[in-house]
């Protein structure tokens, strides 16, 4: 029996990740150095793991109101006062999601009408794309480029907008690019935003790893707070992946609608997630804080190393990512990821996995030892040489 | 921080080679570095942290010290007296109810009690002594004896 034809044309329609591809060739291989990995290399610190013990000692098995715990709520509210200068309300401005994948979800469904249209960044994050069209919606992807960083600049929004744009998606600092906007950069996409009337959906889950300068939130911009929707998670800064947990902040009114999804498909993030989380805010920042130095001395090696084989890479402001040119080999990213793979056994993902305009970069993640980093760029400049000679 | 003792503390494990290449220095810079560490007195030697079955290893006591404090000096020349010994690993000054906390090994249980009966309770100032014997190691300077529920599977690719 044919069961394909029961599946809705939509997904049908829906392209598989280009990271999915990748692993299946990565998964059969051994002895690899990856480089292809978006998640912190440390394990969640000790104290977070062991609050949720605790929490599960305790009795801690039960479902939680639809819009989280309340203490979590208090708690993100005076995490984002103090660190972000923005301030949502504890009752009604904040709503706990299985991760900012979730978050992301409901707040394309919440928002988008069939042919409504969504603009957003690229290369970015493997969903968004996919996430728009499941929810029906038209995608618009912006390009960012090399010679800005990959910052996203209004000049670029200004030529890829057309009328219907409703939402603009920021992923910023950026999965894949690392690259991140600078006050200045973020005040003219606002007016941008204001001047189109477009809501901004603001994923900044690598906020707290920024490198150089400040992390400025889009939200805490004049006139903004109330046409951004904040999105942020636990899992990049406090390595808490697996533990699928993260936030939505925005006007009441959203927030709301989104809690309408949010109650009808997952009622509540896992509780035990959530008690982790409270500890992680209250009293995870000099973990954090270690981590993220560790980030940043890696990435100086990496993006020098990188550059020194010829891979021409810019600094990554923020993020665990760099985003390396792979255009001196004379291959494309796709070739060569497969190519220093097969020889070499280093895992990169090619860049085009993250939208068209990826194309001729690959991600290295350096979210991993001094040992393996240092190894994966002597491998990669072995290879490097091979093409060149 | 010193560049290099920040990524000693960070990662132990790597050569001097190694080092240079992560923190951009020649491999002479890394060891003027270390030479300058050690130097200061900030950087006292090298040590491997081991974990040896308890039946192998040697035997190793806590003990709890009091002494009497000298005019001038308090507890420090008693201290530094004590701490010579090559059974002594290591040597606090403590507040609360006694004064020097003494980590103690020897090869057998027989040798520890006797540097203890022996040496260290006839120092004349030292009042009184309470051995503590370790039955069991669950961590070693930062390191958890038991590694095995450490090893966790990542993907190997991830968005």
């Known amino acids: 029996m044919d069961t394909t034809r029961y599946i809705a044309r939509h997904v049908v329609d829906l392209p598989r990740s280009g990271i999915r591809d990748f692993f299946e060739i990565v998964s059969k291989m051994q002895d690899v150095i990856s480089l292809g990995i978006g998640e912190p290399d440390f394990d969640t610190p000790w ?7 605790y929490a599960l000692e305790k009795g801690k098995t039960h479902y939680t109101s639809n819009l989280g715990l309340i ?3 208090r708690s993100i509210h005076r995490y984002l006062e103090r660190h972000f200068g923005i301030s949502y309300r504890p009752e009604d401005e904040i709503l706990v999601t299985v991760g900012v994948s979730e978050a992301l979800d409901i707040a394309f469904r919440a928002l988008v009408n069939p042919g409504d249209k969504v603009m957003f960044h690229q290369p970015c994050y493997v969903s968004y794309h996919p996430s728009i069209t499941l929810t029906h919606g038209k995608a618009v992807p912006v390009p960012t480029f090399a010679k800005d960083n990959f ?13 219907g744009c409703k939402l603009l998606v920021l992923n910023l600092p950026c999965n894949p690019t690392g690259g991140t906007c600078t006050r200045a950069q973020l005040e003219a996409i606002a007016k941008f935003a204001i001047e189109k009337d477009l809501l901004v959906l603001s994923d900044e889950i690598y906020a707290e790893l920024t490198f150089d300068g400040e992390h400025v939130s889009i939200a ?16 990049k800064a406090f390595a808490m992946t697996g533990w699928r947990i993260g936030y939505a902040c925005g006007p009441a009114a959203l927030v709301e609608a989104m809690m309408k999804v949010h109650q009808y498909s997952m009622m509540c993030a896992s509780i035990i997630s959530q008690e982790a989380a409270i500890e992680a805010l209250e009293r995870g920042s000099d973990g954090m804080k270690a981590m993220r130095d560790q980030y940043h001395r890696r990435r100086d090696f990496i993006v020098r190393r990188l550059n020194e084989i010829g891979l021409k890479c810019h600094v990554p402001r923020g993020s665990f990512y760099a985003f390396p040119s792979v255009e001196v080999t004379g291959m494309n990213e796709k070739d060569f990821a497969v190519g220093l793979l097969k020889a070499e056994r280093v895992a990169m993902v090619p860049g085009s996995a993250f939208g068209a305009n990826g194309a001729g970069f690959c991600r290295a993640c350096f979210a991993t030892s001094y040992e393996h980093l240092i190894e994966a760029a002597n491998r990669i400049e072995r290879y490097v040489s091979k093409l060149k000679a | ?9 960070e990662s132990g494990g790597l050569s001097t080679a190694e080092m240079a290449q992560v923190l951009n220095l020649s491999e002479a810079e890394v060891n ?5 560490l050690r130097k200061d007195g900030v950087l006292l030697g090298w040590r491997p942290v081991l974990n040896i079955p308890e039946e192998d290893g040697a035997v190793r006591a806590v003990i709890e010290v009091r002494l009497t404090p000298e005019r001038g000096g308090g507890f420090n020349r008693l201290a530094e007296r004590i701490s010579r010994f090559d059974e002594v690993e290591s040597c606090y000054l ?14 057998s249980l027989q040798k520890v009690a006797a540097f203890v009966s022996e040496k260290l309770s006839t120092l004349e100032g030292v009042l009184s002594t309470a051995t503590h014997f370790l039955l069991r190691t669950y961590k070693e300077q930062g390191f958890l004896m038991d590694t095995r529920a450490e090893d966790n599977e990542r993907l190997k690719v991830s968005p």
């Open chain 1, 220 to 235: 805490s911009l004049p006139g903004m707070k109330d046409r951004t929707i904040f999105l942020h998670g636990f899992s």
């Open chain 1, 151 to 163: 910052a996203l600049t209004a000049e670029a929004l200004e030529k890829a907008w057309e009328p």
């Open chain 2, 94 to 107: 403590m507040s609360g109810g006694y004064d020097l906390l003494v980590f103690v090994s020897g090869s």
């Open chain 1, 71 to 73: 203490e979590l709520r």
């Open chain 2, 1 to 9: 921080m010193n560049p290099v003792l920040k990524l000693l503390l």
């Open chain 2, 32 to 36: 003027r570095h270390l030479d300058q």
């Open chain 1, 47 to 53: 104290h977070i793991r062991e609050a949720a013990i």
